[in-house]
Every structure is written in C-alpha cells, then in structure tokens.
C-alpha cells in the first residue's frame, strides 16, 4: 500500500512539518528551508513516520419511513363487551359463544373481568348486560 507524505506550512508562525518516508523528508525539508529561509522562522518539525491510516468501511445506511399511525385493534374483551353493552334486554352466554366464536371459559373469564371494572353487570343467571349510568337527578333526596 502505498505511504502517505505530506507538508504543512504555517505562514503565521512560519512553522514546517513534513511527514512521510525518510527520502521524501530529507528531499523536500531542504528545498522548503531554502526557499523560507529568514530570521524570523521559528520552529520546524519533522516527522519520519506517516500516520496509520484507518481503512474506512462504507456503511450502508437504510432509510426509514414514518409509519402510518396502526389502526385501533378490537380484542376479544371490546367485542364481547360491545355485544352486551349493545342488548339493551340483556345477552346470554350462549348467544355470545356463536357470535364471537370464543369458548365458554374465554367469555366467563372476559365477564369476570368486565364485570369487575364495571362495564357489565348481571342480569340473572347467565344474562349480561351493559351498565346504566345514574344521573345525580335521579338519586333519592334525603331530608
């Protein structure tokens, strides 16, 4: 591979730096002191020894898209949830088995659930239905 050489001129400071094998140092450190030669120059350096160059590695860099924002999935629990807040009469669990699709264990574990945060709440035994929200007019008055 082939060795880097280089000089460097400061001509504010009249400084020199020439870098490279030792024939290109001695070859050129000479003709550039004859041609700067003067009471002013300061400081001269000399390098025999090129700098180790890194080989670079080109990176391929890929370029991302903004995604569009995802749609709202519908999980189980919203559409069981939705079919019984949707009867106003109320649903069974049955009716729920062939309208989902799910089993009976995924429906009474999704009605548990439902229930506890009160989103549903039982009819009679088996028969579901959507929680009617109370209007502060209609709360009994006490005297």
């Known amino acids: 591979m082939k060795k880097n050489s280089r000089i460097r001129f400061n001509p504010v400071t009249k400084e020199i730096e020439v870098e490279g094998s030792e024939l290109f140092v001695k070859t050129y450190f000479n003709k550039l002191q004859a041609m700067i030669s003067g009471p002013s120059q300061k400081t001269v350096t000399i390098k025999k020894e090129p ?11 890929k370029k991302t898209r903004k995604k569009a924002p995802a749609e709202k999935k519908v999980t189980h629990i919203d559409a ?12 069974s669990t049955a009716e729920l088995k062939t ?25 009679k035994r088996g028969i579901y239905s959507g929680v009617v929200a109370v209007e502060a007019s209609e709360e009994p008055k006490v005297e």
């Open 51 to 61: 700098r180790a160059v890194k080989p670079t590695i080109a990176k391929k860099v």
């Open 80 to 91: 069981v949830v939705s079919l019984i807040q949707g009867a106003p009469e109320g649903i």
């Open 99 to 123: 309208k989902t699709g799910l089993n009976e264990r995924q429906i009474w574990s999704i009605i548990n659930r439902a229930s506890k945060q009160g989103m549903i709440q039982k009819i």
